[in-house]
């Protein structure tokens, strides 16, 4: 069973429609597959649609940008009820403050000799529910500044760059709080990926853990072999849940194709449960998690 738990639709910054993913998914053999767009729940409907037409198992989900310890973090969070007023308003938050800081990033690029302005952002971003600096690297790739998104960073938008604009992001304990009270589970995505290596140490993962995090993504491509086999530890050790995934984007990041790292039924198996109490518990408190889909032989 092929199990690949982080994926981006063109609702954030990936490059294929909900439906389009799922499909291209359902071809590369996928069982179950997690949509996880930046901090929205938007393309969830139209994924579910495409999945039961493909027969694949979707499981819907976020990936939500927090911060700890003055570090970017990003949390998956799967199955939580998007519309549960507390966690609603911290989305609406997050996406305010990548939408809002637009105007800074064009005017620092002006400053170094780069004309955009929003309306080229807004024709690439297309479907986006937020346009974010992907969006700037794809319009500084229109214009013909750069010849993909990784130089745009490298160049303009990564932190310590001409154009990097900081913004605002949920602070990390409290969100894996907020998922589960809206009967979600939470998974730290790419932990030792660029950004939150700094910040997030053994020790911090432990009290992550005690604090309500289900899981941690050991197997994602920002992780060498050595850091993998030492995340494994780490999640045996403290009973995190190890997760493994492609994080795709389509044409938007190169090197994460579906399915290049895949989670085992048997770890999806305990997420799923933790999803489960944690809904149960969630809905007694007025939330409506949706429900979780059954996965043949995980949980059915
Ligand atoms: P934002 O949330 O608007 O600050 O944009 C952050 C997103 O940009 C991340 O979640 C990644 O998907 C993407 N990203 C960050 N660094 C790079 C990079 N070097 N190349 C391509 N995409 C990147
Ligand atoms: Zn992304
Ligand atoms: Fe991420
Ligand atoms: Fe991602």
Redesign the pocket.
């Known amino acids: 069973m092929l199990i690949d738990l982080h994926a981006?639709s063109s609702r954030?910054?990936g490059t294929d429609l909900p439906a389009e993913l799922v499909a291209l998914a359902a071809d590369a053999g996928l069982d179950v597959l997690a949509l996880t767009d930046?901090?929205s729940a938007d393309g969830w409907d139209e994924a579910r649609a495409a999945a039961e037409a493909y027969e694949i198992v979707l499981l819907p989900g976020l990936?939500i940008?927090c911060r700890h310890l003055g570090a970017?973090a990003?949390l998956l969070a799967y199955l939580p009820d998007p519309r549960f007023p507390p966690l609603a308003e911290e989305l609406v938050r997050v996406l305010d403050g990548?939408n809002g800081?637009l105007p800074a990033i064009l005017a620092r690029l002006h400053r170094v000799g780069v004309e955009l302005d929003v309306a080229d952002i807004r024709r690439v971003a297309g479907a986006a529910t937020?346009?974010?600096?992907?969006?700037?690297?794809d319009a500084l790739v229109a214009r013909g500044v750069v010849s993909?998104?990784?130089e745009?960073?490298?160049r303009f938008?990564?932190p310590g760059r001409p154009a990097y604009v900081d913004?605002y992001a949920a602070e990390l304990t409290e969100m894996v709080a907020l998922v589960a009270r809206a009967g979600g589970v939470s998974v730290l995505a790419h932990p030792w990926g660029?950004g939150s290596r700094r910040v997030l140490t053994p020790q911090v993962l432990a009290e992550l853990a005690e604090a309500g995090l289900a899981g941690i993504e050991v197997d994602h491509n920002d992780h060498s072999a050595e850091q993998r086999a030492a995340l494994r530890a780490i999640a045996s050790e403290t009973g995190l849940v190890a997760t493994g995934s492609s994080?795709y984007?389509g044409t938007?990041?190169v090197g994460h194709p579906l399915a290049c790292n895949t989670t085992s039924p048997d770890q999806l198996g305990r997420l799923l449960d933790r999803a489960d109490a944690s809904a149960q518990a969630a809905r007694q408190a007025g939330a409506e998690p949706p429900r979780a889909p059954g996965v043949a032989g995980v949980n059915t």
Request: aromatic letters at 4%; charged letters at 40%.
């Open positions: 981006h954030s910054d930046h901090d990936e940008s970017g990003h990548r800081r937020a346009t974010g600096r992907p969006h700037v690297a993909n998104r990784d745009a960073f490298d938008l990564s913004r660029r994080d984007h938007g990041k």
